[in-house]
C-alpha cells in the first residue's frame, strides 16, 4: 500500500500537469506547469512538473523517491539538488547507468534546463520506469524560484 501511495503522490502531478493552467509554457519542450496542489489519483506515470510542485513533493518526499540529476560532474559540482543522484546524460553508455537503477521507484528528475531531462524520460519509460517526473527549467527554474542548492 506504501508503494501504491509514493508512485500516485508522484504520478497525480502528471494528472495535474496535462490539465495545464492558461498561463504559457516556458521556452522549452516541455509542457506547462501545474497550478493545483496535487492528488493521489494515479498510481504510475511521467510528466513535467514545475519548479514550485517539485519542491511541494520533496517537502513530503516519499521514502523511495529518488532525486536524479542527469547534467555533467561539472555542472553538479557547481550546485544541485540535496540528496541528488547523478548520471551523466552525456555518458555513452547513459541508458545502460539508467537501467541499473530501480524502475520500481518514483523519480525526480531534472537538468540545467529541461532538455536532457526532457530527454530522459522516454529513456526511462523504455526502460519500464514506473514513474518519473521532470522539472520544467531545470535547475535554473528552481533557483529561479528561490529553492535550495546545494554546492560541491
Not at 513533493?57 to 560532474?73: G, N
Not at 537501467?99 to 530522459?120: K, M
Not at 514513474?131 to 528552481?142: C, E, L, P, R, V
Request: net charge negative; hydrophobic share 45%; proline share 6%.
Amino acid at each position: 500500500m506504501k508503494r501504491f501511495a509514493t508512485l500516485a503522490i508522484v504520478a497525480g502531478l502528471a494528472v495535474l500537469t496535462a490539465c495545464g493552467s492558461d498561463e504559457p509554457a516556458a521556452d522549452t519542450d516541455s509542457g506547462p506547469a501545474a497550478t493545483a496542489a496535487p492528488t493521489a489519483e494515479v498510481a504510475t506515470g511521467f510528466s513535467t512538473v514545475s519548479a514550485d510542485d517539485a519542491a511541494a513533493v520533496l517537502a513530503d518526499a516519499p521514502d523511495d523517491l529518488v532525486i536524479l540529476d542527469v547534467r555533467t560532474p561539472e555542472e553538479y559540482a557547481e550546485g544541485h539538488l540535496e540528496g541528488a543522484v547523478l548520471v551523466d546524460f552525456y555518458d555513452a553508455d547513459f541508458a545502460d547507468q539508467l537501467a541499473e537503477l530501480d524502475p520500481d521507484v518514483p523519480y525526480l528528475v531534472y537538468c540545467r534546463s529541461g532538455n536532457r531531462s526532457g530527454q530522459t524520460l522516454p529513456i526511462m519509460e523504455q526502460l519500464q520506469f514506473g514513474s518519473a517526473s521532470d522539472i520544467d527549467g531545470g535547475i535554473i527554474a528552481w533557483a529561479d524560484a528561490g529553492l535550495p542548492i546545494v554546492a560541491g
